[in-house]
């Protein structure tokens, strides 16, 4: 459930752990090639899910490397064997080039198809989506809490005669810790008021910490219930054999809540991470409805491990199941309602979501 805001952060943590690694490289890429085959053969927990046959991506790769095999042609190698995995939590790195050369296999997505998926074409769709707030009533947004790393601010709200929204960047909190986020998130809820229904806008939400997603959703649960179960494989067990880590449990918090206003969950393809744990805890809810797109699907959190000859890698080795204990890794948490943003809407300034948003809340009003 790691952050995706940006890079450096990555690249950061890659330069600390270059300076503290001691043990010589070993630059065989045989034996490269066979502990990172292997890593993923003990570790990776979402084969199945994913349709990829890791015994055949061995046949298929192996005879590609040798003693002589290049660098070059060693991480080329190694990439496309976990391409089809289309995980955002997967990363092969080069350490010794400036900058790291760094291979990260995310899952296709229907925005990027349109768009290249940058800072620019990002403030082009939300510019989007503040217009669409101020056409149906809304006043302009303001924003609160930190910057983060992309230069946007941590939460953008605001509300009209009858409904709120709220826009989540990121579920990062960084040195501050998750109090001081949450309680920004209070404080805008309580600026809310009287009002009909909740838009929660978590697209683009790169991810952060779990501890902030489920503090999130305590702000919407009407009482003590599962948020989400954590399975990890068993040792020495197969692909599919699982054994079951932590319970997760989702409980009412703050001193704002809205437990029974209707609340549209807003989501696309680029949700990711902790972003997927916060959909997935939340869409069971009673009085949510989830509007958009299903989000990315890469809902565990990585840790970097070094091959023999250097370079950096990172196998999720968990899975996250919702209350009901179904998994939707690679698939992304499903929406209720479908909605596409197009380069015609962004064209016209037009955000169909916010607008299907809407009118869901308002057919959902007593």
Request: hydrophobic share 35%; charged share 25%.
């Amino acid at each position: 459930m790691k952050s995706y805001l940006v890079a450096f952060v990555w690249l950061y943590g890659l330069v600390v752990h270059q300076a503290t690694a001691q043990r010589r490289p070993d630059n065989d890429p045989v034996l490269t090639f066979k502990a990172f085959w292997q890593s993923y053969q003990d570790k990776y927990p979402t084969f199945d899910m994913k349709q990829v046959d890791w015994q055949q991506q061995y046949i298929r790769y192996a005879p590609l490397v040798d003693s002589t095999t290049s660098p070059e042609r060693l991480f080329t190698v190694l990439s496309e064997m976990i391409r089809p995995l289309h995980d955002a939590h997967v990363r092969l790195a080069i350490r010794n080039v400036k900058p790291p050369k760094v291979f990260w296999p995310r899952k296709p997505s229907v925005y990027s198809n349109q768009f290249q998926f940058n800072k620019d074409s990002v403030q082009t769709y939300w510019q989007a989506t503040d217009a669409t707030l101020a056409k149906q009533g809304f006043e302009p947004l303001r924003a609160i809490g930190g910057t983060n790393e992309d230069s946007t601010r941590e939460f953008y709200y605001a509300r009209s005669g009858d409904y709120g929204y709220v826009r989540i960047s990121s579920c990062t909190y960084g040195k501050r810790g998750s109090g001081p986020k949450l309680r920004e998130l209070d404080s805008i809820l309580a600026y809310f008021g009287s009002v009909r229904g909740v838009l929660l806008d978590i697209r683009f939400n790169q991810g952060g910490g779990d501890r902030f997603a489920f503090g999130v959703a305590g702000r919407f649960v009407d009482k003590g219930r599962v948020g989400c179960y954590r399975y990890r494989r068993r040792k020495r067990g197969g692909y599919t054999d699982f054994v079951k880590l932590t319970t997760f449990r989702l409980r009412p918090k703050g001193k704002h809540q809205f437990p029974k206003l209707p609340i549209a969950l807003l989501t696309n393809d680029r949700t990711v991470s902790a972003g997927d744990i916060l959909a997935l805890i939340m869409h069971p809810l009673p009085n949510v409805r989830l509007v958009g797109e299903n989000t990315e699907g890469s809902f565990d959190s990585f840790r970097f491990m070094q091959l023999p000859n250097g370079w950096f890698y990172s196998v999720p080795q968990k899975r996250f199941h919702d209350a009901q204990n179904k998994c939707y890794e690679g698939s992304g948490v499903p929406v209720d309602v479908k909605v596409i943003v197009g380069k015609d809407d962004l064209r016209a300034s037009h955000d169909p979501v916010i607008r299907q948003a809407l009118a869901d809340l308002t057919n959902r009003q007593p």
